[in-house]
């Protein structure tokens, strides 16, 4: 039985570490300290009552299962690593563009660009009309849509003319509530082919998208989100992406509804 004792000892003792042994000082405490005790334990015990056979395969159980659980949240932190390392590259694509971000119901329309609206319709609308406010809620136009099918609606805007789901909409410049035209060298106002003021684009500021629409033969307001811009991207302390917005609002990548082509 002695020898048995001393051959379970000469065992475990080739697990023991050198003292130069250059792995992380995290890993030293939980498996070295193991194995010292481990060791300790058969090299000290009564060899007229040695330590049971299936309480020592047991040890070495619990060990290798605590040992593959380390191994397994350290490969686990390191694949988390490598997906916030693709999500930023992802979100780092996107600074420039125009995003449409779930919630956000204002859009800002900057001097030479676009701002856009997205809904989702549930059921197919007629009649629809847009109704264009500033950021304060102070009625600027409302425009004829005509009618629309279940699915997405994309409305875009510059300021002046309008698209819906990529087509232009054929507006009556006549009928549009804006004051300020473009002007001739002698100070007239500008006439388009039918003898109309051509008038000019809204100037660049906070707007809000209201449509509404007939659905189901009941009036309904359709849910707008609006578009804003992605500024320039970072990366909070738990690894998310934060996606900076032109106007100082902020975005997780999962609150992006649609990304928009200018």
Same mark, same amino acid.
């Given at each position: 039985m002695i020898n048995d004792v001393s051959n379970n000892a000469a065992v475990l003792d080739q697990y023991r570490k050198p003292s130069n042994s250059d792995e992380p000082k995290s890993n030293e405490l939980g498996r070295d300290a193991f194995l010292e005790l481990m060791v300790a334990q058969m090299n000290n015990q009564n060899p007229l009552e040695p330590t049971d056979n299936q309480a020592f395969v047991a040890q070495l159980a619990q060990f290798s299962t605590v040992e593959g659980i380390d191994k397994l949240n350290t490969s686990a932190e390191s694949m988390m690593a490598r997906f916030n390392s693709a999500s930023a590259l992802q979100a780092s694509g996107m600074v420039g563009q125009s995003v449409i971000v779930d919630g956000n119901k204002t859009g800002l329309l900057l001097n030479g660009g676009i701002v856009s609206g997205y809904a989702e319709l549930e059921d197919s609308a007629a009649d629809m009309v847009l109704t264009i406010e500033d950021k304060n809620g102070q009625l600027l136009e409302q425009i004829p849509l005509g009618s629309h099918g279940e699915g997405s609606m994309s409305i875009r805007w510059d !300021?002046?003319?309008?698209?819906?789901?990529? @087509?232009?909409?054929?507006?009556? *410049?006549?009928?549009? +509530?804006?004051?300020?035209?473009?002007?001739? $060298? $002698?100070?007239?106002?500008?006439?388009? *082919?039918?003898?109309?003021?051509?008038?000019?684009?809204?100037?660049? !500021?906070?707007?809000?998208?209201?449509? +509404?629409?007939?659905?189901?033969?009941?009036? $309904? $307001?359709?849910?707008?989100?609006?578009?804003?811009?992605?500024?320039?991207?970072?990366?909070?302390?738990?690894?998310?992406?934060?996606?900076?917005? *032109?106007? !100082?609002?902020?975005?997780?990548?999962?609150?992006? @509804?649609?990304?928009?082509?200018?």
């Open positions: !300021g002046l003319n309008l698209m819906l789901d990529g @087509k232009i909409v054929d507006v009556d *410049a006549s009928k549009l +509530n804006r004051q300020e035209y473009y002007k001739d $060298e $002698e100070g007239e106002p500008v006439l388009d *082919a039918n003898g109309n003021k051509v008038p000019m684009p809204y100037p660049s !500021g906070e707007y809000v998208f209201r449509v +509404n629409g007939m659905v189901a033969g009941k009036a $309904e $307001e359709l849910g707008m989100q609006m578009s804003s811009r992605v500024d320039s991207v970072t990366m909070s302390k738990n690894g998310g992406v934060i996606l900076n917005l *032109a106007g !100082g609002q902020s975005a997780s990548l999962e609150q992006i @509804k649609q990304v928009l082509d200018e």
